[in-house]
Nanobody
Framework: QVQLVESGGGSVQAGGSLRLYCSVSGHNSDQYDIGWFRQAPGREREGVSCFSRRDGNIIYARPVRGRFIMSRNNAGDTIVLNMNDLKPEDTATYFC?????????????????YGQGTQVTVSS
């Protein structure tokens, strides 16, 4: 079982920045890739950014490329999502996620565990 606890988020005006944190713990948590997903009201959950342990690459969804940056500490138990130049369409509940070792596309069907989520609201 992997535990994921998000923090950060909140409300900001368009063009502003926010930072999300994910604390990762649990049995064999280092065997999972970690990513961020989001879900807006009335929309399906979508991948935002995922870190691959196999090759060290980070996948970013097209809508956030150049604006969001994902990083982690050396221990790999804290994942940070820096969100810059936020837009109203970024408004959603953001979830930290643990993906199986075969994950390759940062898709919801590759996720084994989700955190409880944290709200991000961007006003125009």
């Amino acid at each position: 079982q992997v535990q994921l606890v998000e923090s950060g988020g909140g409300s900001v005006q368009a063009g502003g920045s926010l930072r999300l944190y994910c604390s990762v713990s649990g049995h064999n948590s280092d065997q999972y890739d970690i990513g961020w997903f989001r879900q807006a009201p009335g929309r399906e959950r979508e991948g935002v950014s995922c870190f691959s342990r196999r090759d060290g690459n980070i996948i970013y969804a097209r809508p956030v490329r150049g604006r969001f940056i994902m990083s982690r500490n050396n221990a790999g138990d804290t994942i940070v999502l820096n969100m810059n130049d936020l837009k109203p369409e970024d408004t959603a509940t953001y979830f930290c996620a643990a993906l199986g070792i075969r994950a390759a596309y940062c898709r919801p069907d590759e996720v084994d565990y989700y955190g409880q989520g944290t709200q991000v609201t961007v006003s125009s």
